[in-house]
């Protein structure tokens, strides 16, 4: 190759360098760097699993024992459907029911129906799925899009989960457990209260697989009571 060809290829390089550079916000950049720095990022590559969160219920299973074989599972939010592939493997294939308002790719074992749980007919709908019956676990990994706010993240993302825990408890055999994500911030200790009035116990649980800077949490609700 001519050395022209070289210095021209180099400074076009360059310049393609700079524009991408331009055209990133400061927030994305940081995002790219935790991406390409977090272990768990690569580890979620190695086992095939579709996203990172996908060890947080890991964690989350092995501390406080959520899935048995046979069990129905219910996944809401599910796409792309990292927490789908954890529970499939423990609970068995034909065990596990997603759903999403968003397409999500199949999973083996994994039946995904794509639908609002916020719409009148998702309740019967998503029991449908199962012959009308009630499922053991109702897991959640639904977060609102962060605007940078913690305040309005930490409301959005409790509202969100709000709206999944009064749909769980739709679904929910007595004895089940929930599962779902809350931004700490100084809403939730209202929605723990709401959540003990339904269940037996109670517990919140930060995962070692959450970033370290993160204000997530998880509430690990067991022993449905059944709907007061």
């Not at 290829?9 to 950049?29: A, D, F, P, Y």
């Not at 760097?33 to 947080?56: H, L, T």
């Not at 219910?74 to 759903?99: C, E, H, M, R, Y």
Request: no cysteine; charged share 30%.
């Amino acid at each position: 190759m001519p050395q022209d060809t070289i210095l021209s290829t180099g400074k076009r390089t360059q310049k393609i360098n700079k524009i991408h550079k331009k055209k990133l916000s400061v927030s994305s950049k940081n995002w790219l760097r935790r991406q390409m720095n977090d272990p768990f990022v690569a580890e979620a590559k190695v086992q095939g699993y579709r996203a990172r969160s996908a060890f947080k219920i890991v964690e989350i299973n092995n501390k406080f024992k959520i899935f048995k074989k046979g069990k129905k599972v219910l996944d809401l939010g599910s796409a792309p459907g990292g927490w789908s592939q954890v529970a499939v493997k423990i609970v068995g294939k034909g065990n596990v029911f997603a759903t999403d308002i968003l397409e999500m790719n199949p999973i083996s074992g994994v039946k995904f129906v794509q639908q609002d749980f916020l719409a009148p007919e998702a309740p019967e709908v998503l029991m449908g799925a199962i012959g009308g019956e009630r499922y053991d676990v109702a897991i959640s990994d639904l977060a609102s899009n962060t605007t940078g706010n913690k305040r309005i993240d930490h409301l959005r993302t409790t509202v969100l989960l709000d709206e999944a825990f009064d749909f769980a408890i739709k679904v929910l055999k007595e004895d089940g457990i929930f599962i779902g994500k809350v931004f700490q911030g100084g809403a939730e200790p209202e929605l723990f209260t709401k959540v003990n009035k339904y269940f037996k116990t109670v517990k919140h649980f930060k995962p070692e697989s959450s970033r370290k800077d993160s204000v997530e949490m998880y509430i690990i609700a067991k022993g449905f009571k059944g709907v007061i």
